[in-house]
């Protein structure tokens, strides 16, 4: 991935140049996490997908390079400053017919999209609870990474409320926070179908896991092989190397 810095941001250049993404030098950017996400998720074409807390539009760009014939994508972002980075994205990618950017609030939602839209979410919510670690200075930061402004409940709330009936969720969240992330989205009637760990090194504990959730689906569950991001000598693995290049991973 490369990167030039063009007052206090940087555009970013991924996949051998097919998509370029502009974030802020200092504040919230994107991780490897959201790369991970994007590739996790499956499309199909024709469908409607929204991105809850879509920072600098980061997962709806990913979706729409690699998946043909999709509707419509939505980001919904809450800081107004990274909103604007995210339809700059848009339009510097040529993307526009595709993806839209709201500046909402998910804990309103209901006052600025209708019920049972949208075929699939995403999300890469904030994931720490505020009483957890230190929170960054940064607000921009502190946002996006804590549970500053919205909670996973409210994450799962708006999610329940977009979603068609049998409409997917996928999501990513700290793996030491897995038995909270199943329990919480069986209450919002969102049935966990698919499971996979991320881990840094073999032999490590898992850092994130990667679930796809179905809305009134039935009780039966897929564990995937774990996603291992570096070999032992500290670089890629073969997986990663191949989601840099393009590929999905579901």
């Known amino acids: 991935m490369a990167s030039a810095n063009i007052d206090n941001e940087t555009v970013d250049v991924l996949f051998n140049g097919k998509l370029r993404v502009r974030q802020p030098l200092h504040g919230y950017r994107f991780s490897i996490v959201s790369i991970l996400l994007a590739a996790f998720t499956w499309l199909k074409k024709k469908e409607r997908i929204a991105d809850l807390g879509t920072g600098v539009g980061i997962i709806p760009l990913l979706l729409a390079m690699r998946n043909e014939g999709i509707e419509q994508i939505v980001g919904i972002e809450l800081q107004e400053k990274l909103a604007g980075v995210a339809l700059q994205n848009v339009s510097m990618?040529?993307?526009?017919?595709?993806?839209?950017?709201?500046?909402?609030?998910?804990?309103?939602?209901?006052?600025a999209l209708l019920p049972a839209e949208f075929d699939v979410v995403v999300s890469n919510p904030p994931y720490y609870r505020v009483s957890s670690g230190r929170i960054n200075p940064s607000l921009q930061k502190a946002i996006a990474r804590h549970e500053v402004s919205c909670t996973l409940d409210d994450v799962l709330r708006a999610t329940s409320y977009l979603l068609k009936e049998s409409g997917r969720f996928f999501i990513v969240f700290p793996a030491s926070r897995t038995i909270t992330l199943l329990h919480r989205?069986?209450?919002?009637?969102?049935?966990?179908?698919?499971?996979?760990?991320v881990h840094s090194y073999q032999g490590e504990q898992a850092k994130f896991i990667l679930a796809e959730a179905h809305k009134g689906g039935k009780e039966e569950v897929e564990v995937l092989p774990p996603l291992m991001l570096y070999t032992q000598s500290g670089k890629y693995s073969p997986e990663i190397e191949k989601i840099y290049s393009g590929a999905i991973i579901h």
């Open 93 to 111: 990618n040529g993307l526009d017919d595709i993806i839209r950017v709201y500046n909402e609030d998910i804990r309103s939602i209901n006052g």
């Open 185 to 197: 989205l069986r209450s919002f009637a969102l049935e966990p179908k698919r499971l996979r760990w």
